[in-house]
């Protein structure tokens, strides 16, 4: 069995003050509407796990209705970090989950395909990401003002999300997290600790997320371009 887990308990402080991004509408719908609507569309995913922030479970319930969605979903409490949002998300899985992705609530343009092939490098490796290579210069600074040095971006990848495990893989990687209380910024940086390998799935279709207000524009081309 397959489970989604979006992660949509983060406060988006970058979009502004008092601004809910996910519940933004862009062509039509609140962001995270687009998200939650990509996977409740992949055949293969069977359930789907919202983690949300205190207060906020009427908003999505509502949301659910509003869009008619058909896949079983819960809504279960957000952490006090990002992996402490997935971490409960797990623990809110059916037990036969054996498959599942991670997914940032405010990344609305991932590409069914990209699910799926995250999906099948998980089961095949153990651990799977969407990623893209890195394509502009990379310059390091010791300072934040003066150059360091070019850093060689042929061998960097930009990681995105969906981030697909087998469910023993990513709950083994981040109890060793929560072993060694340690803060990783995402969910193969943990597989990464257990020395899990991690498959890159590369995809040409833009994958961004929303992440400041000048996002905004870009992602409703994106939306309105793509197929309902």
Do not use: Y
Request: net charge neutral; charged share 25%.
């Amino acid at each position: 069995m397959v489970s989604a887990i979006i992660v949509a308990a983060g406060k988006g402080t970058r979009m502004g003050p008092n601004v809910d991004k996910l519940f933004l509408e862009l062509n039509g719908s609140p962001i995270v509407a687009h998200t939650w609507r990509r996977f409740d569309r992949v055949p293969m995913v069977a359930e789907i796990i919202i983690v949300v922030r205190e207060g906020m479970e009427s908003a999505f319930s509502q949301l659910a209705q509003s869009e008619n969605f058909s896949k079983p979903f819960r809504l279960v409490p957000g952490g006090k970090e990002r992996q402490d949002s997935v971490w409960n998300g797990l623990e809110a899985l059916s037990p036969a989950a054996e498959i599942v992705a991670i997914q940032d609530a405010a990344r609305p343009c991932t590409s069914p395909s990209m699910i799926a092939d995250t999906i099948q490098a998980a089961r095949e490796i153990g651990a799977a990401v969407a990623a893209q290579p890195v394509t502009d210069t990379i310059k390091e600074s010791q300072d934040g003002s003066l150059v360091s040095r070019t850093i060689d971006r042929s061998r960097l990848f930009s990681v995105q999300t969906p981030q697909t495990f087998r469910v023993s893989v990513i709950r083994r990687a981040l109890s060793e997290v929560r072993r060694q209380g340690l803060l990783v910024t995402d969910d193969t940086a943990a597989c990464e600790l257990i020395r899990q390998p991690v498959k890159l799935v590369v995809s040409s279709q833009p994958n961004p997320k929303v992440t400041r207000a000048e996002d905004l524009s870009f992602v409703e081309v994106l939306l309105r371009n793509q197929s309902p």
